[in-house]
């Protein structure tokens, strides 16, 4: 194993050569190692993909990147949570935040006490206990405060809104400069050893690229996973039945919202994304329900600020391939499946691949256990999340278009239906091996879409209601007077992480 080659310079073909670089072309490493990558700018990438949530702080932290340094190369800014508008019912509203929600108490989650104190009418909202569901209200942000323990600036939790052609310009500079070569071509052939193993990639012009270890990183059509190795797709189109998308970037407006919005149409959704110097939007919908001149008009009739494009279609089918390591090929990223960017997952999962990968990473040869694993892993944690994904549109009461009354009466994966017999009973949410997504995202979208347990859990009874309820408002109280100390989001990132005007 020396000689590695990524195919593909999108994000996760960058992600993946600054991670592979900085860990194994260190030191020494550089003897041993040489990682080449090869994209085509005729081909050029799927330049979506703006929304992460705060896993990614992870990913920056191993690479030693700075996050002022990001957010300013790639007009960043910071990220609370998700705002979902009109998903439960029309004219409703909830948010997704990214810290915890209220207080644990006896060792038993705070929704437990808050059903109760809802069952005897004194219980707030639940954002009202949450500093990332309270501060996007006033539009205002600052990191975390670790050194407040207790208070819940010390539990600010936040991601990045960043522009993703910029991202993967910072990621390929790293890379290139700890030592990854970039090659441009068009890969027209794909070689194979007579074990069916990947041997080499022929590109326009006769020039052949031999490597030991191939990483596929090609996008949606999975050039070596799926058109040379058939790994076969696992279609879950029956659950999340989108398939296109329309992306437009329009000017900016104020304030700087610190979060994304995801507002439901007809037959999709709508994102916005605001950056420095613009805002991201898209719609993604579904071709069965929505004519791509619906969606033309529906995207460019709701957006804030004036347009500084066409927008630009993009097709997609929800699935995954069966398969993602097979031989000496690993798929990552758009290439090794597709969920769409409802929760911003798919960033998330590019970083999670690479650091698997960089767990089993082969010795001497290929060891069947260790792909075996790799598989296991990655059959696992997109499973999951797609659960996550398909409960924001099956917990729909939305009855006026037919996309969500076909949602809304849909049957969904068994584990998925778990999860939701188990809250509707008695609240309660179980975090299943090591899955991405934890209690306080699961129990907000459940509320937030109108998913009420009929109970709670019975230590939630103990203590008198009085303290219960004292307990709750105090909570809510400090929240409420956090908030003034959270300068506005705008001023915040100008002060530490401006980026330079772009060029027109
Ligand atoms: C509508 C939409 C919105 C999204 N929003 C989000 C979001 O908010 N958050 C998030 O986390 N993710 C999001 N994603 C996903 C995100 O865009 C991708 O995960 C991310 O961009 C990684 O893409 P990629 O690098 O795998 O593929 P691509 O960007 O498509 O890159 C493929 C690369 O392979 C090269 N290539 C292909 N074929 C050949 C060939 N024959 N020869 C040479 N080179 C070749 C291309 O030139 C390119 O460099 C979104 C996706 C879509 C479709």
């Not at 990473?361 to 256990?369: K, N, S, T």
Request: glycine fraction near 8%.
């Amino acid at each position: 194993m020396q000689r590695i080659l990524i195919v593909g310079g999108g994000t996760s073909g960058w992600m993946t050569a600054t991670a592979l670089s900085k860990l194994l072309l260190r030191e020494q490493g550089a003897r041993h190692w040489k990682i080449e990558l090869v994209e085509s700018e005729q081909i050029g990438t799927i330049g979506v993909g703006e929304a992460t949530i705060p896993a990614i702080k992870a990913y920056n932290t191993m690479l030693g990147l700075s996050e002022d340094e990001l957010l300013r190369a790639t007009q960043g800014s910071f990220k609370l949570g998700i705002e979902f508008v009109d998903w439960g019912r029309l004219g409703e509203r909830y948010f997704h935040g990214f810290s915890p929600i209220g207080r644990d108490l006896d060792g038993i989650s705070f929704h437990h006490y808050w059903l109760r104190l809802r069952q005897a009418g004194l219980a707030a909202d639940i954002a009202e206990y949450s500093i990332n569901s309270m501060a996007p209200l006033e539009a205002r942000f600052m990191r975390a405060r670790p050194d407040m323990a207790g208070s819940p600036l010390a539990e600010i939790a936040h991601a990045f809104h960043f522009d993703a052609s910029l991202y993967a310009k910072m990621l390929r500079q790293k890379s290139e400069a700890m030592g990854v070569t970039r090659i441009e071509g068009r890969i027209t052939e794909v070689t194979r050893h007579e074990n069916g193993h990947i041997r080499s990639l022929k590109l326009e012009g006769d020039r052949e690229l031999v490597a030991d270890f191939f990483i596929d990183c090609s996008g949606l059509h999975g050039l070596l996973i799926e058109k040379t190795l058939q790994a076969g797709f696992e279609d879950w189109g029956h659950w999340l039945p989108c398939d296109r998308a329309l992306a437009v970037p329009c000017e900016s407006v104020s304030p700087l919202l610190p979060y994304t919005r995801s507002t439901a149409r007809e037959a999709g959704w709508q994102w916005r994304i605001p950056l420095q110097h613009r805002i991201g939007n898209g719609l993604v919908y579904c071709s069965e329900y929505m004519d791509d001149e619906a969606a033309r008009h529906t995207l460019l009739s709701n957006l804030d600020g004036k347009p500084l494009a066409d927008p630009r279609p993009i097709r997609f089918r929800a699935g995954r391939r069966r398969t993602s390591w097979i031989g000496n090929c690993v798929a990552i990223g758009l290439a090794s499946g597709f969920l769409e960017p409802l929760e911003s997952t798919s960033i998330h999962l590019v970083q999670s691949a690479v650091t698997r990968l960089l767990d089993l990473f082969p010795r001497q040869g290929l060891d069947a256990a260790d792909i075996a694993e790799y598989n296991r892993q990655t059959e696992h944690e997109i499973h999951r999340i797609r659960d996550f994904i398909v409960l924001h549109y099956k917990l729909t009461a939305r009855d006026d278009t037919p996309f969500w009354r076909r949602c809304r009466d849909m049957s969904v994966p068994d584990t998925l239906m778990e999860k939701l017999d188990l809250f509707a009973s008695n609240g309660r949410i179980m975090h299943v091996d090591n899955e991405l997504f934890h209690e306080p995202s699961w129990l907000q979208v459940m509320l937030g879409q109108g998913l009420m347990p009929r109970g709670y859990h019975p230590m939630a009874d103990i203590r008198p209601l009085e303290l219960v309820r004292d307990f709750a408002e105090d909570i809510r109280g400090v929240v409420k007077r956090c908030l003034p100390h959270m300068p506005p989001h705008g001023d915040y990132v100008r002060q530490v992480c401006a980026a330079p005007l772009p060029p027109h």
